[in-house]
Each structure stands twice: as C-alpha cells, then as structure tokens.
C-alpha cells in the first residue's frame, strides 16, 4: 500500500476516532450536569450507566477481535458508528433508568467496535508489522477528541439541550463517520479474506501460559484503572489537596497536550527503538506523576508527567503486542488484551469514590501512587523476557 493510500486511512481512523471518543467515553464529562438536573437521576446512577457499557464492551472485545481478524475492520467499524448512532438515539429518547441503561449497553457494544482497540486492529491488518508508525500517527488524531467535543458537546446543550445533543451526535455518525468508515478505508485482498476465513496456517494466540501476555495485561489494567479514576475525579482530588476550582480545571488542562507532545516526540523516532522502551517510558511517566502531587512537587510538572505517559501508552498498548505476538492474529491478540482494560475501566469510578470517601484525597493519592509501581514492575521483568528472547538496542 502506498503513503498516500496509508495516509488516507489514518487519516479517515482518526476523524473516526475524534468522534468516536467524543461522543462515547467523554460525552458524560458535558452531560451528566444537564441530565442530572433534568430527569432527577443521581451521579451515581449516570456512572453506573457508563461502567455497565464499559462491562458490555470489555465482553464484546474478544468477539470484535475475531471479526476484525476474520473479515478486516471497515464493516466492523461501520457498525460500530451504527451502534454508537442506536444508542445515542436511544439515551436521548431515555426517560427511565431502565431505557438509559440500555442505551449505554448499546453505546458498549458500539464502543468495543469503535474505538483505540478496534482501530490498532485494523491497522494491524491492513499493514501487518509496518503498522506501528500508523498506530502511533492515530493516535495523535484520538488525542484532540476531548479538546474538539468537549466545546461542541457544551455549544450544543446550551443550544438544543442535552437530547438535542445527543441526537446531533447520532446523526453526525450516520452522516460522517458511517461513510468514512465504508468508503475511505480499504477492503482486504478476497485471497487473504477466504486464507483468514479457514483458519490456514495461522499461530496459536498467546494465552495465560504467556508470561509477556500476562505482563502486558497486568500493566494495562492498572494504567486503564488510573486514567479512569484520574480522568473522573481530577478535579475532586485536586481541590481537596487545596487548589481553587479553576486552577484544578486549568491544570487537568495540562494533560491533553502532554499526550500529545509524547505521541509526536515517539513518531519523531521513526519506529528505530523497541516498543519495550515506549512502554518503560509511559509508565515510568505515570509513576513519577503521581509520587510528584503526593509528595508536594509543582502540579504541573506532575500532570505534565502523567499526561505524557498516559500518551504513550496508548501507542505502546497497540505497538507492543503486534511486535512481540506478530501480526497473524494481531486483532485478535488486541481483542484479548482489551477485555480485561475494558472491565477495569468500568469498576474505576466506584473504586475511585469509595477510595476518595475512606482514605481522604491524600489517602487517595498514596493508592494511586502505589498502583502506579504495577505496571512499573510489569514492563521491568517483560523488558527482562523480550532480553533473553532478542537483544534490544539501547536508545
């Protein structure tokens, strides 16, 4: 496939993905205040609406990943924009808790078809091991999908409420994201489509016998754990250590171009260093920023720091097991790998309140802190296994 060509296709991912995000995983950031207010319903029930589409979508991941593997993305993601679509219909309509639960286990679902895991999976069948360099241009797109719906999410509220906003987003799926994904990215081979489809010659899948699978997952569900908690009660910890509300809001600010910064830092690098080191970075970043808020360093220095590994993680997350497991059965691997992040993610907010209620804010930041030396340990003894296996040039 030629540059161009490959440029389109991220290119295409990455609207995709902008508003993918946008109106999924940060839509209630804008719209629980609106909704709360309107129908009655308490934070806690809106959250537990979001966990219970992350639980959905962790259980659909495996599934998502075998038809990736088997047909290739465009009609996976296609129905994906279809059921994000459904289920924004379907939340702005909802005037029971029973229908808002069920728009947000169709808003999983759509999720799991939708969003980083399917992308990487599809890039990893499109472009087999050449699609890290891809996978990490993608998620410089991914990175501005709070900085560009978050102000459309508020702009549409204050103009059609928020079940106008939910309907705008709906058709904007049906309307952009629906072509794009269908039109702009590349049907497979049908020779490599029908190979796929019997199984032919394919390797095992790595499983829990697979120490390197076992490393990854263990890092990624303390790293999914932390973003969620972190990007849920930010602000709550932040002025409970002291800060004013909007030097809190101002700091979480910091965290989007961090993200961004790192994922351009790592594509400057062309691909020349093992992925292992991107993993070492991301959380060693993230660890330095949590240690930095609990033991009094500049705010800013330490969300610049946890903003940055979190970037890069999600470039290592995609990056990683396409190097170590190959890309036969990449989508696949990544459907494995997304589920038990996924699940993490959803138990997140209820963890993170419960911690906040008992231990206090600076309870809180010690926990945090420690969960963070997780995945720390996980990428030390993984980079130890990949050494034994092949030697790593040093950077």
Not at 74 to 84: E, F, K, N, P, Q
Not at 117 to 127: K, V
Not at 335 to 345: E, H, N, S, T
Request: a positive charge; glycine letters at 12%.
């Amino acid at each position: 496939m030629t540059l161009p060509a490959r440029t389109r296709t991220v290119s295409a991912l990455g609207v995709i993905e902008i508003f993918a995000w946008g109106s999924t995983y940060y839509l209630m950031a804008v719209l629980a205040g609106p909704i709360a207010a309107d129908t009655g319903w308490s934070v806690g029930m809106l959250s537990a609406g979001v966990s219970g589409g992350l639980l959905v979508a962790g259980f659909a991941a495996p599934t998502v990943g075998r038809l990736i593997q088997i047909t290739g993305g465009r009609r996976v993601l296609a129905t994906g924009m279809a059921l994000i679509a459904t289920g924004l219909v379907l939340l702005g309509s909802a005037r029971s808790l029973p229908v808002y639960f069920a728009a947000w286990a169709i808003l999983g679902l759509g999720m799991s078809a939708g969003l980083y895991d399917a992308a990487f999976s599809t890039l990893g069948r499109l472009f087999g091991r050449d699609a890290r360099a891809a996978i990490t241009q993608l998620t410089l797109w991914g990175g501005f999908a709070s900085t560009v719906c978050w102000p459309i999410s508020a702009w549409l509220v204050e103009i059609v409420g928020w079940r106008g906003t939910c309907f705008a987003y709906a058709a904007l799926h049906l309307t952009v994201t629906l072509p794009i994904s269908l039109c702009l990215l590349p049907r497979r081979p049908p020779a490599e489509e029908k190979a796929q489809s019997t199984g032919a010659m394919l390797p095992d899948l790595p499983g829990l016998l697979d120490l390197r699978f076992l490393y990854i997952v263990a890092a990624g569900v303390s790293l999914s754990m932390l973003a969620t908690i972190w990007s849920i009660h930010l602000i709550r910890i932040l002025t409970a250590e002291g800060y004013a509300l909007a030097t809190a809001i101002a700091l979480g600010t910091l965290i989007g171009p961090a993200q961004v910064g790192a994922r351009v830092l790592e594509m400057l690098g062309r691909g020349r260093h093992h992925p292992i080191w991107t993993m070492g970075s991301a959380v060693g970043l993230v660890l330095l920023g949590f240690l930095g808020l609990q033991l009094g360093a500049p705010a800013s220095a330490a969300l610049v720091a946890y903003g940055a590994g979190n970037g890069l993680w999600s470039i290592a997350r995609g990056a990683l097991p396409l190097t170590l497991f190959g890309s036969d059965r990449y989508a696949q691997t990544m459907g494995r790998l997304a589920m038990p992040m996924l699940f993490a993610a959803a138990a997140a907010p209820m963890i993170g309140a419960f911690l906040i209620e008992a231990f206090g804010a600076d309870g809180t930041l010690a926990i945090l802190s420690a969960m963070a030396a997780v995945p720390c340990v996980a990428a030390l003894v993984l980079a130890a296994s990949v050494h034994r296996q092949r030697r790593i040039p040093a950077v």
